[in-house]
């Protein structure tokens, strides 16, 4: 079934470690997306990717970096995470070309730096 | 610049009656809409889009929404509510003349009460 896959759902981690949250969709999609979201508020855009070997920084700056080796793998990288990196981290796709772009989205990764 | 607002945090609305959710836009070219929901600890799942034709498109979970041009509006309706419909919902709008990223509102809370 086609999908888009976030793991963990919920990681608690000390301040200064390296985490790395994963994103795979089984969707075929070419374009991937990071948003970051508080707890009920709005998602502010972090990360973002054309296809394969192609990553651009959102529009909210962050301290992560992402890759995109292939096409359905979209992983986030925290080098040292910090209190303030704590939030709800939710990752999507869409399709490419002429279509409309509606995002589908993983159940998100609630990340809580201590 | 493209530009969502949502300009209620919350709406409430009693079980049976009908709700709205309201969004307003601001694009420089044609716009493709969206409504999202997300429900506690879940990602968005989307609803229903606008691209194109009839101004009154259909999703979801009886869902729909009406978009009018001359008021740069796309509210968001559902003729009778229901306590599950209790949510966060999102409007997005994206303008192909600035590429593929989808801008999304803050959100509006739904409260339905039985």
């Known amino acids: 079934e086609a999908d888009i896959y976030q793991t963990p759902r919920y990681l608690v981690i000390g301040t200064g470690k390296k985490i790395t949250l994963e994103c795979s969709q089984t969707?075929?999609?070419?374009?991937m997306y990071w948003y970051q979201q508080d707890p009920g508020m709005e998602l502010h855009l972090i990360h973002y990717?054309?296809?394969?070997?192609?990553?651009e920084k959102g529009d909210l700056s962050s301290e992560s970096t992402v890759s995109r080796i292939r096409t359905e793998h979209f992983p986030l990288t925290l080098e040292s995470a910090r209190p303030s990196h704590t939030s709800q981290y939710l990752c999507a796709s869409s399709e490419s070309g002429g279509a409309s772009g509606e995002q589908f989205f993983g159940p998100g990764t609630r990340l809580t730096v201590l | 610049a493209q530009s969502v607002a949502q300009p209620e945090d919350q709406v409430n609305v009693a079980e049976g009656n009908p709700l709205t959710v309201k969004c307003t836009y601001s694009v420089s070219g044609n716009p493709y809409l969206f409504w999202y929901v997300q429900y506690p600890n879940r990602g968005l799942q989307f609803l229903l889009k606008?691209?194109?034709?009839?101004?009154l498109v259909k999703g979801s979970y009886g869902f729909e929404a009406e978009f009018n041009k001359s008021q740069t509006s796309f509210h968001l309706k559902k003729p009778s509510a229901l306590v599950s419909d209790s949510a966060l919902y999102f409007c997005a709008v994206r303008d192909l003349t600035g590429g593929f990223k989808t801008i999304f509102g803050a959100g509006t809370r739904l409260f339905v009460k039985a």
């Open positions: 990717s054309y296809g394969v070997n192609s990553t």
């Open positions: 969707m075929g999609h070419d374009k």
């Open positions: 606008y691209i194109t034709g009839d101004n």
